[in-house]
């Protein structure tokens, strides 16, 4: 079921919730996400494991699920042999998946998957039913998520703008004829790439979120973080700007940033602080995430909170808790 407002609608009333890191609670309900379409792979070969990841965050106190087409391309699922109508199914079958993952509907005392493919109606992490109301988030992952082998972390592909565009252009028209409550352009290393993003889905009716990863204040190609803010500032159909996939360190100058180089409400979900070693393909490091960040964030501009790798459902309900002492 559709929510009865907008996500523009609800940001300007106060902070949402966003759900955090797929891929790990994939991970923690046992599956394997070794091959090259990592969480995608999933869409096709065991989808209720997804429906049960997008329902352990509505339990959490997501308020937004973000789906499972970050790493989903027609290119991607060709090398496996999938046909062009197969992918656009599966990729429709994204926005299907985080939509019915509210309505919990399967026995169970945990909220995990049952023998039927059902997800249980247990209280879960978060301690209660999921919020009233659950945008769905199209998630549309950069280029360097394609290729697999950590360019979404470096940007600069040697592809131009124009180039891009034609990459992202399908995969855009078909998640927006699944009718999500918005896309999620995220994880974007490159404002080359977010220019290529902005011209695809204008126009196409369904608003837009902007989310670059980051390294140190700058985009991880290098540029001028606020010079790549900038180019969403003017455009009605982008309803928040911000940051994902960073340390949450990285996160707390930028909040400010973008809200004062926009004027837009902020999106901010970084990840746990363990590093990726693409290489190694292994997460190393310590994780930082703190949910009492929220209070920092929400002061500078941030409408949109959540986390991105290696942040679960534990700590997503952490911040809801956080988030809704606020508004109380």
């Given at each position: 079921m559709?929510?009865?407002?907008?996500?523009?609608?609800?940001?300007?009333?106060?902070?949402?919730?966003?759900?955090?890191?797929?891929?790990?609670?994939?991970?923690s309900?046992?599956?394997?996400?070794?091959?090259?379409?990592?969480?995608?792979?999933?869409?096709?070969d065991?989808?209720?494991?997804?429906?049960?990841?997008?329902?352990?965050?509505?339990?959490?106190?997501?308020?937004?699920?973000?789906?499972?087409?970050?790493q989903a391309?027609?290119?991607?699922?060709?090398?496996?042999?999938?046909?062009?109508?197969?992918?656009?199914?599966?990729?429709a079958r994204?926005?299907?998946?985080?939509?019915?993952?509210?309505?919990?509907?399967?026995?169970?005392?945990?909220?995990?998957?049952?023998?039927?493919?059902?997800?249980?109606?247990?209280?879960?992490?978060?301690?209660?039913?999921?919020?009233?109301?659950?945008?769905?988030?199209?998630?549309?992952?950069?280029?360097?998520?394609?290729?697999?082998?950590?360019?979404?972390?470096?940007?600069?592909?040697?592809?131009?703008?124009?180039?891009l565009?034609r990459?992202?252009?399908?995969?855009?028209?078909?998640?927006?004829?699944a009718?999500?409550?918005?896309?999620?352009?995220?994880?974007?290393?490159?404002?080359?790439?977010?220019e290529?993003l902005?011209?695809?889905?204008?126009?196409?009716?369904?608003?837009?979120?902007?989310?670059?990863?980051?390294?140190?204040?700058?985009?991880?190609a290098?540029?001028?973080?606020?010079?790549?803010f900038?180019?969403?500032?003017?455009?009605?159909?982008?309803?928040a700007?911000?940051?994902?996939?960073?340390?949450?360190?990285?996160?707390?100058?930028?909040v400010?940033?973008?809200?004062?180089?926009?004027?837009?409400?902020?999106?901010?979900?970084?990840?746990?602080?363990?590093?990726?070693d693409?290489?190694?393909?292994?997460?190393?490091?310590?994780?930082?995430?703190?949910?009492?960040?929220?209070?920092e964030?929400?002061?500078?501009?941030?409408?949109?909170?959540?986390?991105?790798?290696?942040?679960?459902?534990?700590?997503?309900?952490?911040?809801?808790?956080?988030?809704?002492?606020?508004?109380a």
């Amino acid at each position: 079921m559709r929510p009865a407002r907008t996500l523009a609608a609800a940001l300007a009333e106060g902070p949402v919730v966003l759900d955090g890191g797929l891929s790990n609670q994939l991970e923690s309900q046992g599956c394997d996400l070794s091959d090259e379409l990592w969480s995608a792979r999933l869409l096709a070969d065991d989808p209720r494991q997804i429906r049960a990841a997008h329902a352990a965050y509505a339990r959490a106190g997501a308020q937004v699920l973000t789906t499972a087409g970050y790493q989903a391309t027609f290119e991607g699922f060709a090398r496996r042999g999938l046909s062009h109508g197969e992918a656009a199914r599966l990729l429709a079958r994204s926005v299907e998946l985080a939509r019915g993952a509210g309505e919990l509907d399967g026995p169970g005392d945990s909220g995990g998957v049952g023998e039927s493919g059902g997800v249980g109606r247990g209280r879960g992490e978060g301690g209660g039913p999921p919020p009233s109301e659950l945008w769905v988030a199209a998630s549309v992952g950069p280029y360097g998520a394609f290729l697999a082998d950590g360019s979404e972390y470096r940007g600069r592909y040697g592809l131009s703008v124009r180039e891009l565009e034609r990459f992202h252009r399908p995969r855009i028209e078909t998640l927006v004829a699944a009718e999500p409550d918005v896309l999620a352009l995220e994880t974007v290393p490159d404002a080359d790439e977010a220019e290529a993003l902005l011209r695809v889905v204008e126009g196409c009716g369904v608003p837009v979120w902007l989310s670059y990863s980051i390294e140190g204040g700058r985009t991880r190609a290098g540029q001028d973080l606020a010079s790549a803010f900038a180019l969403v500032a003017g455009l009605d159909q982008v309803i928040a700007v911000g940051v994902n996939c960073c340390t949450p360190a990285d996160a707390d100058g930028a909040v400010s940033l973008a809200a004062s180089v926009t004027g837009k409400p902020v999106v901010v979900y970084p990840n746990s602080g363990e590093r990726w070693d693409a290489e190694g393909r292994r997460w190393a490091g310590g994780a930082t995430f703190d949910a009492g960040r929220v209070g920092e964030w929400l002061a500078a501009g941030a409408r949109l909170v959540g986390g991105c790798c290696r942040v679960g459902p534990a700590e997503i309900a952490q911040l809801a808790a956080r988030v809704r002492g606020r508004a109380a």
